[in-house]
């Protein structure tokens, strides 16, 4: 029996989602997704618990007779090539799932062999390769993707597989740390950058970017937020997208559902200073952590991306 499916989850802080993808139809099941919220806090048979249930409602659907593998998009601390958790109260959710191997637990729950593939990668790495597989990057050799909402995700592709070594991109292909202005990109690319900016200058406290993108039509400090992050976006991936040779930089995460309002000081900045590459902005939204970590049960492609992770 031939097994051409497999289960992307995607992992956020409060939530689970997952859905089966057609790997030979290189194609997204929406009638399998299922999802969950959750307490990051809870114990750790508990947060096991709630993954293996949301799990099973999506195994229902297509038979695990039929299920290859299943990826996990993770954020970090992990050891994606181990399985093994390094959540620290550092990063104040799943410090209960500290030093646990992740993968056996979920074969555990769900009954499957030792040998059943449960593979896991980096939330942003998910984002590209998904891009990458049937989305905007697809077709091309070299692509920056990132995520912009609570943090600063990115990862840099070359001939379908994450760079995260060299002198082409920063160590592990992460942008967020690097400096910026008085603090680093995360800071300042994020949700929280352009609300605490806004609050500095108006002492009004809003609820997320989609309030401050509505608050742009009528209010222009809410509107110069806007074309400031974009000529500042534009700064700081200049040189790496030209160090890089990015032919594509797709842009994803919430802050992208307001491109309309930033997207053009960021295409004036890289036509007035010949930045040449092309800028997309994913359609694909909460289905790309799942998409792409379910490419995972690919074992060509697991094989080859397996030393990176």
């Not at 998910?126 to 597989?133: G, M, N, R």
């Not at 609570?150 to 592709?157: E, I, K, P, V, W």
């Not at 967020?176 to 929280?192: C, I, K, V, W």
Request: glycine share 8%.
């Amino acid at each position: 029996m031939t097994k051409h499916l497999a289960i992307g989850v995607d992992i956020g802080g409060s939530h689970i989602s997952c859905a089966a993808i057609d790997l030979d139809a290189k194609q997204y099941l929406p009638e399998t997704f299922a999802e969950n919220e959750l307490d990051n806090h809870a114990s750790a048979n508990d947060i096991f618990d709630i993954w293996a249930s949301t799990l099973v409602k999506t195994m229902q659907k297509v038979g695990v007779e039929h299920v290859a593998g299943i990826g996990f998009a993770m954020p970090g601390p992990f050891d994606y090539a181990n399985g093994i958790a390094w959540f620290d109260e550092g990063v104040k959710k799943y410090e209960n799932l500290y030093g646990l191997n992740v993968a056996d637990a979920m074969r555990e729950k769900l009954n499957l062999p030792a040998t059943f593939p449960v593979r896991f990668i980096n939330d942003a790495s998910a984002f590209a390769i998904a891009e990458d597989w049937i989305g905007k990057s697809a077709g091309t050799n070299r692509s920056l993707a990132i995520t912009l909402g609570t943090g600063f995700g990115s990862a840099f592709l070359r001939d379908h597989l994450p760079v995260v070594s060299g002198n082409e991109v920063p160590a592990l292909g992460y942008v967020y740390h690097l400096p910026f202005e008085n603090g680093n990109a995360d800071d300042y690319f994020s949700t929280r950058g352009l609300l605490s900016r806004f609050e500095q200058r108006t002492k009004q406290q809003l609820s997320g970017v989609k309030e401050l993108a509505v608050l742009s039509k009528k209010n222009l400090i809410a509107n110069e937020l806007f074309t400031d992050f974009g000529y500042q976006l534009g700064v700081f991936l200049k040189p790496l997208l030209e160090n890089f040779g990015a032919e594509v930089l797709v842009i994803g995460g919430n802050i992208s559902n307001a491109f309309k309002l930033f997207g053009p000081s960021l295409l004036n900045y890289f036509e007035k200073n010949k930045v040449r590459t092309r800028i997309e902005i994913s359609d694909m939204k909460e289905t790309a952590s799942m998409i792409g970590s379910a490419v995972l049960a690919d074992e060509n492609y697991y094989q080859k991306i397996k030393p990176i992770l």
